[in-house]
């Protein structure tokens, strides 16, 4: 089975472009989180996800950032008109429920996304 | 609302060597709590959990990590390191009933020398 796969790997985009980030999940899997690592730091939650649905997106910044999980295909997080502070690693995780504990997340590898 | 704090940065230790990587959270209400490792460039593998239970947990690789309700402790614990236990390991909490949302510390870096 494959388990979350996030493209692309690495990503560059200069000031003021447009970042996709694309985030499959494990099959079956209809839940989906976005977690952000700044250099240094650890995961910080973004947002979390079900089939076409937005549950909470409580850790998004307000502007230039958003989310979707459409009923077909993967989700995506599109950062507009990116900036420095953008850069970071990007990783994806899913689960095939929403409760925590008994059924934890599946990371994917990330995608690191450099701001020039 | 959740905290994590990893105090230690980095941990160095040669192999075959004991560990412990530190964990402390806060919480005003009962949580879960992981340890996850994170190899260069690539995502996170989960270690070991603790829901309920057992207070001594063990997970892969030979990892265990002791809950202490009292200190607010998740202490994870390896007896005899390997060269290859090199990685960045990651201690979070998760509200019971919260769903995935973790929040994670800052991370230890564990090197294995030899």
């Known amino acids: 089975n494959a388990g979350v796969m996030q493209n692309p790997r690495h990503l560059v985009r200069r000031r003021g472009q447009e970042a996709r980030l694309r985030c499959s999940p494990v099959?079956?899997?209809?839940?989906v989180y976005w977690y952000r690592q700044l250099p240094e730091e650890g995961l910080k939650f973004m947002v979390y996800l079900q089939k076409e649905n937005i549950i909470d997106e409580s850790g998004m910044p307000k502007e230039r950032f958003s989310a979707e999980f459409p009923k077909e295909g993967p989700s995506i997080l599109r950062i507009q008109q990116v900036v420095r502070g953008d850069s970071a690693a990007y990783f994806c995780?899913?689960?095939?429920?929403?409760?925590?504990?008994?059924?934890?997340?599946?990371f994917g590898n990330g995608t690191r996304l450099t701001v020039t | 609302a959740q905290s994590v704090t990893q105090l230690d940065s980095q941990v160095p230790v040669f192999e075959e060597a004991p560990v412990e990587l530190r964990c402390n959270y806060s919480?005003?209400?009962?949580?879960?709590l992981f340890w996850y490792v994170q190899y260069p460039n690539q995502g996170l593998q989960l270690l070991l959990k603790y829901l309920s239970g057992s207070t001594l947990v063990k997970g892969i690789n030979g990892f265990e990590a002791e809950f202490n309700k009292s200190q607010t402790s998740f202490h994870l614990r390896k007896p005899s390191v390997h060269i290859s236990d090199t990685a960045e390991y990651f201690c979070a909490v998760s509200r019971t009933g919260g769903g995935n949302k973790l929040t994670f510390g800052t991370g230890t870096q564990l090197k294995v020398e030899l």
């Open positions: 919480s005003s209400v009962s949580v879960y």
């Open positions: 995780a899913s689960s095939p429920t929403p409760q925590g504990g008994d059924s934890p997340l599946h």
């Open positions: 099959k079956g899997h209809s839940h």
